[in-house]
Protein backbone atom coordinates (compact mmCIF):
# COMPACT_ATOMS: atom_id res chain seq x y z
CA UNK A 1 0.00 0.00 0.00
CA UNK A 2 0.78 3.76 -0.08
CA UNK A 3 1.17 3.86 3.66
CA UNK A 4 1.78 2.28 6.64
CA UNK A 5 -1.70 1.26 7.85
CA UNK A 6 -2.73 0.06 11.43
CA UNK A 7 -5.97 -1.30 13.16
CA UNK A 8 -7.67 -0.21 14.88
CA UNK A 9 -7.19 2.97 15.32
CA UNK A 10 -8.66 2.39 18.87
CA UNK A 11 -9.26 -0.08 21.19
CA UNK A 12 -11.08 0.11 24.35
CA UNK A 13 -10.67 -3.49 26.72
CA UNK A 14 -11.10 -5.03 29.66
CA UNK A 15 -8.21 -5.57 31.83
CA UNK A 16 -7.33 -9.05 31.44
CA UNK A 17 -8.90 -9.56 28.17
CA UNK A 18 -6.59 -10.33 25.05
CA UNK A 19 -6.25 -8.35 22.24
CA UNK A 20 -4.67 -7.94 18.72
CA UNK A 21 -2.78 -5.00 16.79
CA UNK A 22 -2.53 -4.87 13.21
CA UNK A 23 -0.15 -3.26 11.18
CA UNK A 24 0.40 -3.63 7.53
CA UNK A 25 3.66 -2.28 6.18
CA UNK A 26 4.07 -0.51 2.87
CA UNK A 27 5.03 -3.26 -0.12
CA UNK A 28 8.15 -4.04 -0.51
CA UNK A 29 9.24 -3.01 2.87
CA UNK A 30 11.25 -5.70 4.45
CA UNK A 31 11.90 -4.33 7.95
CA UNK A 32 8.97 -3.63 10.64
CA UNK A 33 8.89 -2.37 13.93
CA UNK A 34 6.69 -2.00 16.48
CA UNK A 35 6.94 1.13 19.28
CA UNK A 36 4.85 2.14 21.82
CA UNK A 37 4.18 5.80 23.04
CA UNK A 38 2.98 6.52 26.26
CA UNK A 39 2.79 9.97 27.84
CA UNK A 40 6.00 11.32 28.37
CA UNK A 41 7.98 8.07 28.02
CA UNK A 42 8.75 8.72 23.91
CA UNK A 43 9.40 5.71 21.74
CA UNK A 44 9.67 2.18 23.14
CA UNK A 45 11.16 0.18 21.36
CA UNK A 46 9.08 -3.99 21.20
CA UNK A 47 10.05 -5.87 18.21
CA UNK A 48 12.20 -5.57 14.72
CA UNK A 49 11.06 -7.80 12.23
CA UNK A 50 13.59 -8.29 9.08
CA UNK A 51 12.77 -10.41 6.39
CA UNK A 52 12.88 -13.95 7.04
CA UNK A 53 15.28 -13.92 9.84
CA UNK A 54 14.73 -14.37 13.29
CA UNK A 55 13.10 -11.32 14.82
CA UNK A 56 14.74 -8.88 17.76
CA UNK A 57 11.98 -9.46 20.49
CA UNK A 58 14.54 -7.40 23.08
CA UNK A 59 12.07 -4.43 23.78
CA UNK A 60 9.02 -6.42 24.66
CA UNK A 61 8.26 -5.89 28.24
CA UNK A 62 7.20 -9.15 29.59
CA UNK A 63 5.96 -12.73 28.36
CA UNK A 64 2.06 -11.12 28.00
CA UNK A 65 3.46 -9.43 24.63
CA UNK A 66 3.98 -11.56 21.41
CA UNK A 67 3.94 -10.81 17.49
CA UNK A 68 4.11 -12.53 14.21
CA UNK A 69 4.56 -11.30 11.10
CA UNK A 70 2.95 -13.68 8.22
CA UNK A 71 4.67 -13.75 4.94
CA UNK A 72 7.25 -11.40 5.37
CA UNK A 73 4.38 -8.30 5.15
CA UNK A 74 1.39 -7.97 7.95
CA UNK A 75 2.25 -8.36 11.75
CA UNK A 76 0.32 -8.68 14.51
CA UNK A 77 1.43 -7.50 18.07
CA UNK A 78 -1.13 -9.78 20.47
CA UNK A 79 -1.03 -8.59 24.20
CA UNK A 80 -2.62 -11.35 26.48
CA UNK A 81 -4.53 -10.53 30.09
CA UNK A 82 -4.05 -7.01 29.46
CA UNK A 83 -3.66 -4.68 31.95
CA UNK A 84 -3.88 -1.05 33.13
CA UNK A 85 -0.52 -0.37 32.27
CA UNK A 86 -0.65 -1.39 28.84
CA UNK A 87 -2.45 1.50 28.14
CA UNK A 88 -0.62 3.58 24.97
CA UNK A 89 -0.77 4.17 21.64
CA UNK A 90 1.07 1.32 19.58
CA UNK A 91 2.55 2.28 16.93
CA UNK A 92 4.19 0.16 13.34
CA UNK A 93 6.82 1.49 11.34
CA UNK A 94 8.72 -0.69 8.09
CA UNK A 95 11.95 1.00 6.24
CA UNK A 96 13.12 -0.83 2.79
CA UNK A 97 15.40 -3.00 4.42
CA UNK A 98 17.61 -1.45 7.61
CA UNK A 99 16.76 1.98 9.66
CA UNK A 100 19.93 3.99 7.15
CA UNK A 101 17.12 6.19 5.65
CA UNK A 102 14.60 6.22 8.48
CA UNK A 103 10.97 4.54 8.90
CA UNK A 104 7.60 5.55 8.04
CA UNK A 105 5.06 5.20 10.73
CA UNK A 106 1.56 3.89 10.86
CA UNK A 107 -1.26 6.50 12.40
CA UNK A 108 -0.76 3.81 15.56
CA UNK A 109 -3.39 1.70 17.83
CA UNK A 110 -4.71 4.09 21.36
CA UNK A 111 -5.02 0.69 23.63
CA UNK A 112 -7.08 1.63 26.74
CA UNK A 113 -7.48 -1.16 29.33
CA UNK A 114 -10.20 -0.49 31.73
CA UNK B 1 24.50 1.18 23.77
CA UNK B 2 23.84 4.22 21.86
CA UNK B 3 21.70 6.33 22.84
CA UNK B 4 19.91 9.95 22.13
CA UNK B 5 19.27 12.75 24.35
CA UNK B 6 16.87 15.76 24.09
CA UNK B 7 17.47 17.81 27.10
CA UNK B 8 14.12 20.05 26.76
CA UNK B 9 10.84 17.98 27.25
CA UNK B 10 8.08 20.91 27.22
CA UNK B 11 9.39 24.16 25.40
CA UNK B 12 6.51 26.67 25.17
CA UNK B 13 7.26 29.83 22.72
CA UNK B 14 5.02 32.57 21.45
CA UNK B 15 4.60 32.87 17.81
CA UNK B 16 7.32 34.20 15.80
CA UNK B 17 9.64 33.20 18.56
CA UNK B 18 13.03 31.58 17.58
CA UNK B 19 13.36 27.88 18.17
CA UNK B 20 16.19 25.46 19.00
CA UNK B 21 15.63 22.13 20.08
CA UNK B 22 18.94 20.20 21.43
CA UNK B 23 19.65 16.72 20.52
CA UNK B 24 23.00 14.98 21.33
CA UNK B 25 23.99 11.11 20.95
CA UNK B 26 26.51 9.22 22.24
CA UNK B 27 27.78 7.24 19.20
CA UNK B 28 31.61 7.36 17.83
CA UNK B 29 31.34 6.63 14.69
CA UNK B 30 29.19 7.59 11.48
CA UNK B 31 25.71 8.26 12.18
CA UNK B 32 22.88 9.32 9.80
CA UNK B 33 20.75 11.94 11.89
CA UNK B 34 16.59 12.56 11.86
CA UNK B 35 14.28 14.61 13.01
CA UNK B 36 10.86 13.66 13.08
CA UNK B 37 7.68 15.32 13.81
CA UNK B 38 4.22 14.37 15.33
CA UNK B 39 1.78 16.90 15.61
CA UNK B 40 -2.01 16.40 17.81
CA UNK B 41 -3.67 13.54 16.44
CA UNK B 42 -1.29 12.71 13.48
CA UNK B 43 1.64 9.64 12.68
CA UNK B 44 5.19 10.77 13.38
CA UNK B 45 6.55 12.36 9.80
CA UNK B 46 10.01 13.00 9.17
CA UNK B 47 11.26 16.46 9.41
CA UNK B 48 14.48 16.25 7.80
CA UNK B 49 17.26 13.95 7.78
CA UNK B 50 21.25 14.62 7.55
CA UNK B 51 23.75 11.68 6.00
CA UNK B 52 26.68 13.22 4.88
CA UNK B 53 27.93 16.62 3.32
CA UNK B 54 26.47 19.93 4.21
CA UNK B 55 26.04 19.85 8.44
CA UNK B 56 23.43 22.61 7.48
CA UNK B 57 20.31 20.69 6.50
CA UNK B 58 16.89 21.73 5.71
CA UNK B 59 14.00 20.22 6.25
CA UNK B 60 10.06 20.92 5.49
CA UNK B 61 8.03 24.41 7.06
CA UNK B 62 11.34 26.45 7.25
CA UNK B 63 12.81 23.85 9.90
CA UNK B 64 16.60 23.20 9.50
CA UNK B 65 18.99 21.44 11.69
CA UNK B 66 22.78 21.39 12.10
CA UNK B 67 25.23 18.81 12.76
CA UNK B 68 28.24 19.12 15.15
CA UNK B 69 30.58 16.31 14.65
CA UNK B 70 32.82 17.40 17.94
CA UNK B 71 29.82 18.02 20.03
CA UNK B 72 27.84 14.83 18.53
CA UNK B 73 24.81 17.05 18.16
CA UNK B 74 22.09 17.62 15.79
CA UNK B 75 20.07 20.19 17.07
CA UNK B 76 16.40 21.69 15.55
CA UNK B 77 15.87 25.33 14.72
CA UNK B 78 13.61 27.44 13.02
CA UNK B 79 13.89 31.45 13.36
CA UNK B 80 10.25 31.93 13.65
CA UNK B 81 7.58 29.38 14.93
CA UNK B 82 3.70 29.16 14.34
CA UNK B 83 0.96 27.84 15.94
CA UNK B 84 0.83 25.24 13.53
CA UNK B 85 4.19 24.01 14.71
CA UNK B 86 2.71 23.43 18.27
CA UNK B 87 3.78 19.12 18.03
CA UNK B 88 6.17 16.82 19.35
CA UNK B 89 9.49 16.53 18.19
CA UNK B 90 11.73 13.36 18.51
CA UNK B 91 15.31 13.15 17.13
CA UNK B 92 16.43 9.58 15.93
CA UNK B 93 19.86 8.18 15.20
CA UNK B 94 21.13 5.19 13.41
CA UNK B 95 24.51 4.27 13.24
CA UNK B 96 24.03 0.29 12.29
CA UNK B 97 26.94 -0.64 14.76
CA UNK B 98 25.12 -3.83 16.58
CA UNK B 99 22.08 -2.60 15.90
CA UNK B 100 19.91 -1.96 11.86
CA UNK B 101 17.20 0.48 13.47
CA UNK B 102 16.79 3.68 14.71
CA UNK B 103 17.39 4.98 18.00
CA UNK B 104 14.86 8.03 19.15
CA UNK B 105 14.75 10.53 21.77
CA UNK B 106 12.06 11.10 24.77
CA UNK B 107 10.72 13.62 22.22
CA UNK B 108 10.24 17.15 23.03
CA UNK B 109 6.46 18.57 23.22
CA UNK B 110 6.42 22.60 21.58
CA UNK B 111 3.72 24.52 22.22
CA UNK B 112 3.30 27.80 20.23
CA UNK B 113 0.72 30.44 22.09
CA UNK B 114 -0.66 32.54 19.18
Known amino acids: GAGVSQSPSNKVTEKGKDVELRCDPI?????LYWYRQSLGQGLEFLIY????????KSGLPSDRFSAERTGGSVSTLTIQRTQQEDSAVYLC????????????FGSGTRLTVV | AQSVSQHNHHVILSEAASLELGCNYS??????LFWYVQYPGQHLQLLLK??????LVKGIKGFEAEFIKSKFSFNLRKPSVQWSDTAEYFC????????????FGKGTKLSVIP
Open chain 1, 27 to 31: SGHTA
Open chain 2, 50 to 55: YFSGDP
Open chain 2, 27 to 32: YGGTVN
Open chain 2, 92 to 103: AVYSGAGSYQLT
Open chain 1, 93 to 104: ASSPLTGYNGYT
Open chain 1, 49 to 56: FQGNSAPD
